[in-house]
Structure formats: structure tokens, C-alpha cells
Antibody, heavy 126, light 108 residues
Framework: QLQLQESGPGLVKPSETLSLMCTVS??????????WGWIRQPPGMGLEWIGS???????FYNPSLRSRVTLSVGTSKNQISLNLTSVTAADTALYYC??????????????????WGQGALVTVSS | SYELTQPPSVSVSPGQTARITCSGD??????AYWYQQKSGQAPVVVIY???NRPSGIPERFSGSSSGTVATLTISGAQVEDEADYYC???????????FGGGTKLTVL
């Protein structure tokens, strides 16, 4: 049974880097059939796609966050990581990782998130 | 940047039909997806590729898309359908994913 588990510090200071890990169990991230994405949700607000990465390292980022976001894949540990630099209070949110089936287009791209973790709350505060 | 626009709230009585719209310029060319998010839970997809219902989703949930507007319809809404609903799609390039702002459905 597929499980996605987000983990990382629950509190980050302003201007520092937010780092989260998503551990996938019950399935392998080393498949061309899927991308792996991050989505966040500030308290009481809506969903925001952050970015997606394939097992081969192909990435797609939200233009509004591109300059601060890095996604990477750790295939040996079946993990996907998220780094978000120079955080402010506006980055306080519940961070979800999700599986995204690869779309069968001329250029492989992440499809819709079809399976989600339960999320990790990160608060940015001094 | 690309945006999908949803009404902030929709309210219906139990048994009535609820319709939630999602507007976006790329929707004539790109699929819409709909997610249900109940309080304290992760989102769950209820409609994919405009009008397809995943297994386990009740038949009262349906989706359609015409021009720049996609619509989620809940026929005979139940109290347990109270939730936030989000549409999701991509821009015309296919490179950027976006969620609508969300619609709070009240059934009472």
C-alpha cells in the first residue's frame, strides 16, 4: 500500500532555508510512470503547487517560487526533498507531497496529483 | 501567471444540486480536475480529465467542461459533501500547474 510521509523541522526562522523530505513506501520512486510533487496550503487558505520532479531529475517549478525552490530525488532512500530558501512568514503552510502520474504527451510532464501524503506543518517565525 | 477562478462559496439544501464552476483561459485545451478537501484532511480527487470519476467516488459527482469553464456538479448533495473543492489544471504550455482558489460548499 502506497504511503507518502512528509518530514522536517516544524519551525524555521525568517531568511533561513526550509527543508522537507518526502519518504515513499509501498512503491518505488524510480519509475518513469510518475512525477513527485510538492503542494502547500497556508492556514485557512487554498492550495498552491510548488513544483514536481521525476526520478530522472526533470523538474517543473511554480514561476512565482522558482528562484527559491529546489527539488531533488534520493532514489537509494526512496525520498524526494524540497528546499525553499529565504523564507518569510508568508511561507508558513502545510506542505504536502504527492504522486503525479506522468502524462503521455510528446514531452513527459507531471499529471494531476492522484495520491497525497498527510502533510507537514511548517511555521516561519523568529 | 495563469489563474483558475472559482466562486468562494456555494450553498445548497440537502438533496439539491450543487454546481461549482472553474474559469480559465486554457481550459478549452487542457483538462480540469476536481479535488474535495474535508477539514483536517488531504485533498482527494473526485473528477479527473474533465468528467471521469475515480472508483469509490459516488455517482452523484460529475464533471463537465465547455469553453473556458469547467463545472463540478453534485446531484442530490448530502451533508457529508460539505467540504472545500478545488479545481486544478495547467497553462497552455503544459509546464505550469495551478489550483483554483477553492470553493466552500455548505449543505444545510
Amino acid at each position: 500500500q502506497l504511503q507518502l510521509q512528509e518530514s522536517g523541522p516544524g519551525l524555521v526562522k525568517p531568511s533561513e532555508t526550509l527543508s522537507l523530505m518526502c519518504t515513499v513506501s509501498g512503491g518505488s520512486i524510480s519509475s518513469s510512470s510518475y512525477y513527485w510533487g510538492w503542494i502547500r496550503q497556508p492556514p485557512g487558505m487554498g492550495l498552491e503547487w510548488i513544483g514536481s520532479i521525476s526520478y530522472s531529475g526533470s523538474t517543473f517549478y511554480n514561476p512565482s517560487l522558482r528562484s527559491r525552490v529546489t527539488l531533488s530525488v534520493g532514489t537509494s532512500k526512496n525520498q524526494i526533498s524540497l528546499n525553499l530558501t529565504s523564507v518569510t512568514a508568508a511561507d508558513t503552510a502545510l506542505y504536502y507531497c504527492a504522486r503525479q502520474p506522468t502524462t503521455l504527451t510528446t514531452t513527459p510532464r507531471p499529471g494531476f496529483p492522484d495520491f497525497w501524503g498527510q502533510g507537514a506543518l511548517v511555521t516561519v517565525s523568529s | 501567471s495563469y489563474e483558475l477562478t472559482q466562486p468562494p462559496s456555494v450553498s445548497v439544501s440537502p438533496g439539491q444540486t450543487a454546481r461549482i464552476t472553474c474559469s480559465g483561459d486554457a481550459l478549452p485545451k487542457k483538462y480540469a480536475y476536481w479535488y474535495q478537501q474535508k477539514s483536517g484532511q488531504a485533498p482527494v480527487v473526485v473528477i479527473y480529465e474533465d468528467s471521469n470519476r475515480p472508483s469509490g467516488i459516488p455517482e452523484r459527482f460529475s464533471g463537465s467542461s465547455s469553453g473556458t469553464v469547467a463545472t463540478l456538479t453534485i446531484s442530490g448533495a448530502q451533508v457529508e459533501d460539505e467540504a472545500d473543492y478545488y479545481c486544478y489544471s495547467t497553462d497552455t504550455s503544459g509546464n505550469h500547474r495551478v489550483f483554483g482558489g477553492g470553493t466552500k460548499l455548505t449543505v444545510l
